[in-house]
T-cell receptor
Framework: TQLLEQSPQFLSIQEGENLTVYCNSS?????LQWYRQEPGEGPVLLVT?????EVKKLKRLTFQFGDARKDSSLHITAAQTGDTGLYLC???????????FGEGTQLTVNP | EPEVTQTPSHQVTQMGQEVILRCVPI?????FYWYRQILGQKVEFLVS????????KSEIFDDQFSVERPDGSNFTLKIRSTKLEDSAMYFC???????????FGPGTRLTVT
């Protein structure tokens, strides 16, 4: 059974600070997706990384896929209160297969 | 922008009753999935569906569960005899091809009393 561990589980920072959250596994994934989830709603896709070592930027968010495709990180620059939410990573073992989700990082950005 | 829709948004049922959760995937998508999330826990895979048959299922997806694509647009999850532990958010997801990104619906909150 593939497992994804996210850290930290909770993160509370001040507006304007930078932060990084991590997603780690002992298994190799063909792709890894990052989602953001608000309470009572479905996960909303942020980005997909596919190639080992890949870096993708989405405005103030930078996503990296590890060289061995076992881990990933999400870096947020100059966090805003609107970034508050639950960030989930999810790995796909092979194309079209199930997603294995991590437990998530609950981010709170304080004004 | 196309999106996955789910109905109802909230379903309350008594233990032992049958429920059907409905999903309308994005129109040109070919792969469909059901996941669930028990309150405070992580999202868990239930089943995937392609070409009118189940392609993969988890150990959670036992004989009490079934899926169907009754027409060209709907994708349903049926729980035959609900248990208290079936209370969760149920999410439908779809993807265009096997290599695409899964897009999730807003979920149905199922409460079994």
């Amino acid at each position: 059974t593939q497992l994804l561990e996210q850290s930290p589980q909770f993160l509370s920072i001040q507006e304007g600070e930078n932060l990084t959250v991590y997603c780690n596994s002992s298994s190799v994934f063909s792709s890894l997706q990052w989602y953001r989830q608000e309470p009572g709603e479905g996960p909303v896709l942020l980005v997909t990384v596919v190639t080992g070592g890949e870096v993708k930027k989405l405005k103030r968010l930078t996503f990296q896929f590890g060289d061995a495709r076992k881990d990933s990180s999400l870096h947020i620059t100059a966090a805003q209160t609107g970034d508050t939410g639950l960030y989930l990573c999810a790995g796909e073992e092979t194309s079209g297969s199930r997603l294995t989700f991590g437990e998530g990082t609950q981010l709170t950005v304080n004004p | 922008e196309p999106e996955v829709t789910q109905t109802p948004s909230h379903q309350v049922t008594q233990m032992g009753q049958e429920v059907i959760l409905r999903c309308v995937p994005i129109s040109n998508h070919l792969y469909f999935y059901w996941y669930r999330q028990i309150l405070g826990q992580k999202v868990e895979f239930l089943v995937s569906f392609y070409n009118n048959e189940i392609s993969e299922k988890s150990e959670i997806f036992d004989d009490q569960f079934s899926v169907e694509r009754p027409d060209g647009s709907n994708f349903t999850l049926k729980i035959r005899s609900t248990k208290l532990e079936d209370s969760a958010m149920y999410f439908c997801a779809s993807v265009w091809t096997g290599e695409g990104e899964q897009y999730f619906g807003p979920g149905t909150r199922l409460t079994v009393t």
